[in-house]
């Protein structure tokens, strides 16, 4: 594990005052020293490099204990996954004694520098990023890290220095519903998504090869469909594309959606068409969202995320730097339309 660097380090380095340092890292500390922008830009630079962050135990020491608060950044496009990973996460940092304030993140540069930059007017005790895909990120989080308190990731951010991260498997969890599937019988083994550019999507199709051949099932690609909605293809359109071109042509058995929403798209189209899940079509989702994997009938299958688990490996790397914790693995949670 790299040795982190000090202020007192930073200063010679840069060639500068040790208090010059402090003044650039600490922005919301007393004092009036005067900074100029070449020596900013160097002391930041080197911080960057050397994957420097406020160190809250000597912060403690000194008797300045904080404000307590743990800033989490999240897509200003909020999605069903942060609503059910925000709770557990303010649960597991409430028992740790700290508070979450939460910032969006959304695609506009501008803005997101702005939420960054009242993170660190918060004073706040630690950062976690559940969001980083944004516009210019790599350049904002390079140039924020140092100014901001310990700092985790969900995922590891591309290009990022030095970031802390907690990884999720998404691939686990469709192996498994593989696994589950082939054990009861089914022999083509269908897997519908919206697109392939994020991780998490790249990795449930990783899953499902690993899966087939873990079962003894061969790769068809006739049995994927992976398609994006957009405004001149409505979703209703989309589905029912994928239950032609999976269930009716395709003669699918078994079908594994890239969420539980479109599961639940998927079970209404089957149904309108006679398919019936699961006497002639078993159906997993994912994300495990309980007002709809309890509500349908069948009651949906679907893949968790192992929020409870996540939540607590991320308040746990805050407080426990260069901690390198095994990916949360998701897994699957069998209901009756996959039996």
Excluded at 302 to 327: D, N, R, Y
């Amino acid at each position: 594990m790299q040795k982190r660097i000090s202020q007192r380090e930073i200063a010679r380095l840069a060639n500068v005052r040790q208090e010059t340092v402090s003044a650039v890292l600490n922005p919301n500390s007393r004092g009036n020293t005067r900074v100029s922008a070449e020596s900013r830009e160097r002391i930041l630079k080197i911080a960057a490099e050397h994957n420097y962050r406020p160190n809250l135990q000597a912060r403690i020491l000194r008797g300045d204990s904080g404000s307590n608060l743990v800033g989490v950044l999240i897509n200003a496009q909020i999605s069903q996954f942060f609503y059910d990973l925000l709770l557990p996460l303010e649960v597991e940092l409430r028992k740790r004694h700290r508070r979450m304030i939460i910032g969006q993140l959304g695609n506009d540069a501008a803005e997101a520098e702005s939420v960054l930059q009242n993170f660190i007017d918060y004073n706040l005790d630690g950062v976690i990023v559940l969001h980083h895909d944004i516009s210019d990120g790599r350049r904002l989080f390079n140039h924020y890290l140092p100014l901001l308190p310990e700092t985790v990731f969900l995922e590891v951010p591309p290009g990022v220095s030095g970031a802390a991260a907690v990884s999720i498997d998404f691939a686990n969890g469709v192996r498994e519903a593989v696994a589950h599937l082939a054990a009861g019988g089914r022999r083509r083994i269908a897997l519908c998504m919206n697109d392939l550019r994020f991780l998490s999507m790249q990795m449930r199709l990783e899953g499902y090869r690993r899966g087939l051949e873990e079962a003894g099932r061969p790769f068809d690609e006739s049995l994927i469909f992976i398609r994006e909605p957009r405004p001149d293809y409505t979703f209703a359109e989309l589905i029912s594309d994928a239950v032609d071109l999976l269930a009716v042509r395709g003669k699918a058995d078994a079908v594994i959606a890239g969420n539980d929403e479109w599961a639940l798209a998927l079970l209404r189209e089957m149904n309108r068409r006679g398919l019936p899940v699961p006497g002639k079509v078993a159906l997993v989702g994912y994300g495990n969202i309980l007002n709809i994997c309890r509500s349908t009938t069948p009651e949906l299958t679907s893949i968790h995320h192992g929020m409870e688990e996540l939540a607590v490996k991320l308040a746990a790397a805050l407080e426990k730097p260069g901690t390198q914790f095994p990916p949360v693995l998701s897994h699957l949670v069998v209901r009756q339309s996959s039996i």
